[in-house]
């Protein structure tokens, strides 16, 4: 369900989302109007659920998590029980940064943030593979990031 957005609240969510700890004195600023209206609009968007909440996004590396994994699981067996087993025990693995339901050769991905291979061959064997209904596991190793971002594209709007 989407809402109706008009351009000041796109341009909220623009700004919002490449700096969370605007004010909303310094959005209305920047937009020209007054603190007031900037502040109705930000929190009917935080009410209608457009702005889910405000984090911190940490830098992984100078927290010594050099390995970025994406991982592809097929069950051993399809059917919706096995899928709520699998999604249910993936959300408590804390390693597993996302997830996502896939079409064509795989049934998951899965995006892994861990310090080194060794932690990631651990996490793997250790944790993933406790998971019964995993039938394949495939690792595919980043190297480089070349881009790493949370800002949606909203010119599309």
């Not at 969370?20 to 609009?41: F, T």
Request: charged share 30%.
């Amino acid at each position: 369900m989407s809402i109706e957005l008009t351009s000041q609240d796109i341009k909220i969510l623009d700004i919002l989302q490449r700096d969370s700890d605007r004010s909303s004195s310094e959005i209305a600023e920047q937009l020209n109007i007054s603190q007031s209206p900037a502040w109705r609009r930000i929190n009917r968007l935080e009410e209608e659920g457009v702005i889910e909440k405000k984090v911190a996004i940490l830098n992984k590396e100078s927290l010594g998590m050099q390995l970025v994994a994406f991982t592809t699981i097929n069950l051993s067996k399809a059917g919706r029980k096995n899928m709520e087993l699998f999604e249910e025990a993936v959300t408590q693995l804390d390693e597993v940064i996302e997830c996502y339901t896939m079409t064509g050769a795989w049934d998951y991905m899965l995006k892994v943030v861990v310090k080194d291979i060794r932690s990631y061959e651990k996490f793997v064997r250790q944790r993933l593979l406790e998971v019964p209904m995993i039938g394949e596991v495939h690792s595919h190793i980043s190297v480089t990031e070349i881009k790493n971002t949370t800002e949606l594209p909203l010119r599309q709007l």
